[in-house]
């Protein structure tokens, strides 16, 4: 297992449609296995197969203390409004409010390939709805209105120059101090 490298803003992958998986390979559950590791090196909470430069969809999450491999995952039910304010592990430092459904069911294969749904409300329930956006090439920055993603945007500005490929490398134990609460919770 080893940590993968992680695109930021600016890698085309991020903005691709994933593909959807048809069999859950012993090859597929090694990349969610390097997912999580590399998740967790970078204090994240969830992360999407993009995200580390592969195009299944595929995504993993970590809330309180359960985790979830998800393939093909889909909302097939949702209800009510929250906002919350997010982070991304592809755009380090960069936060913003967004407008999201308070409760979310998602249909998905898990790791055995054998359908599963799991229900989310709070920050299990962002990190769903902000997952499943990563697989179909979107970002929590295109829910911000105008004025606050381009606050966002000249934000990342003063950030991008440190990951010169576009790519974020970790280390395993290599783990982000996070400077606030947000980071500790919401990088997705
Ligand atoms: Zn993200």
Request: glycine share 8%; net charge negative; charged share 25%.
């Amino acid at each position: 297992m080893s940590v993968l490298p992680i695109a930021v803003l600016g890698s085309p992958v991020l903005r691709q449609e994933t593909v959807p998986v048809t069999v859950v390979t012993d090859e597929l559950r090694a990349l969610a296995d390097e997912m999580f590791e590399t998740m967790r090196a970078a204090s994240g909470i969830g992360l999407a197969a993009p995200q580390v430069g592969r195009t299944e969809r595929l995504c993993v999450v970590e809330v309180a203390g359960q985790s979830y491999t998800l393939f093909n995952p889909e909302i097939i039910a949702r209800e009510g409004k929250l906002r919350w304010e997010e982070g991304c592990l592809s755009i380090p430092e960069v936060f913003g409010w967004v407008n999201r459904a308070a409760w979310v069911k998602v249909r998905a294969l898990d790791r055995d390939g054998e359908p599963v749904e799991v229900e989310g409300t709070e920050l299990l329930g962002v990190c769903l709805q902000h997952e499943i956006d990563h697989l179909h090439g979107r970002l929590f920055i295109d829910h911000l209105s105008f004025l606050k993603r381009r606050q966002a945007l000249a934000a990342w500005e003063d950030e991008k120059g440190k990951y010169p490929d576009l790519l974020r490398i970790l280390k395993p134990g290599d783990t982000d101090a996070p400077r606030t609460a947000h980071a500790s919770e919401g990088q997705l």
